[in-house]
């Protein structure tokens, strides 16, 4: 996936030097038009380099370092008398320049064999754009995570209160994403509705996006119809489940909401297996309670989750009831 985007915005880059280009030499045609002294120097200036070239390989000149010398101070003679004129016919100084969108990389997307920003921040963006949560990202991230919605009283049989439950799985989430290199853990966060399950998944999602991984969220209905779509018709982009099996990052929401099927358990069991063998990672969440994912799915699935994620269990009074309530 990462090689399409790299390809993707390479072609990008060469369109925007074409453009760059092609604007330039409008505006030295511009100039050309209105100033004629300018072509003539730029003539000359062609001309005066030319001779240098040409006198170096014939060797022809005595003192060719004098020679090379005096020819590079007419030059910047007339660079000196084509900036004036520009400045006196109100253009900047720079105006025939070529202009670039990015001056570190000249719209390269390369300084020194290396990524320029601009490049990764494309990349970045076309993450972001894969992972369905472009626009939610924006309120739901770490910054905005409000513990004021997790009571502090002990709750039902739990050791920790929901506040300190909440305060431990976030401040996990955090490190996690800090640590997302050095590590193959996959989470599963379960619980009963509206206790910040999906937004603490969009907080690891967004901090991952922004450290350029490659990020893809799905509830696990749209996962199944993903699926579907790829395995039986022809019309459809195969592109997708490959992607979902090989994102840096699949987070599979609201497990527990797909067709209860023996068929949507195996394509489950498949994705699952799948980035467990090549150790990719995943977040899966759910509504349910663990007995419940036991009792629903299949052994091959369930042992998949208790053996191989980290689990965290978020329990508390409804989030959505509260924030309707003080509206």
């Given at each position: ?14 369109k925007l030097r074409e453009n760059a280009k092609t604007e330039q ?184 996006l922004d450290k350029g991984k490659v990020v893809i969220y799905q ?102 009831i509260q924030k309707k309530f003080k509206k």
């Amino acid at each position: 996936m990462k090689n399409k985007y790299v390809s993707e915005i390479l072609n990008e880059y060469e369109k925007l030097r074409e453009n760059a280009k092609t604007e330039q030499e409008k505006r030295i045609n511009e100039i050309y038009e209105k100033i004629p002294r300018i072509r003539e120097i730029d003539k000359e200036i062609s001309s005066i380099g030319f001779n240098i070239a040409t006198s170096v390989v014939s060797k022809e000149i005595e003192d060719i370092e004098e020679y090379i010398k005096s020819q590079k101070e007419k030059i910047t003679d007339l660079k000196i008398e084509k900036t004036e004129l520009l400045s006196k016919y109100g253009y900047p100084i720079d105006y025939m320049d070529i202009k670039y969108k990015c001056k570190k990389c000249k719209d390269t997307g390369y300084i020194n064999n290396k990524f320029c920003s601009c490049f990764r921040q494309k990349l970045i963006n076309r993450y972001y754009q894969q992972s369905n949560l472009n626009e939610i990202l924006r309120a739901e991230n770490f910054d905005t995570f409000n513990f004021e919605y997790y009571s502090s009283i002990p709750y039902e049989n739990e050791p920790l209160s929901p506040r300190e439950n909440i305060e431990k799985i976030y401040a996990y989430a955090v490190n996690y994403t800090k640590n997302f290199d050095k590590t193959n853990e996959s989470l599963f966060f379960y619980g009963s509705s509206g206790l910040g399950k999906t937004f603490l998944s969009n907080c690891i999602a967004k901090e991952l996006l922004d450290k350029g991984k490659v990020v893809i969220y799905q509830t696990a209905s749209n996962l199944m119809d993903i699926i579907r779509r790829c395995r039986f018709e022809e019309s459809s982009n195969h592109n997708e489940l490959n992607e979902l099996l090989e994102c840096d990052f699949l987070i599979i929401d609201d497990l527990g909401t797909e067709p209860v099927t023996p068929y949507s358990y195996s394509e489950l069991f498949n994705i699952i297996n799948t980035r467990i063998l090549n150790k990719k990672k995943m977040l899966i969440s759910t509504n349910f309670q663990l007995n419940d994912i036991i009792q629903n799915y299949p052994e091959r699935i369930t042992s998949r989750i208790l053996g191989h994620f980290t689990l965290f269990k978020f329990y508390g009074e409804d989030i959505r009831i509260q924030k309707k309530f003080k509206k």
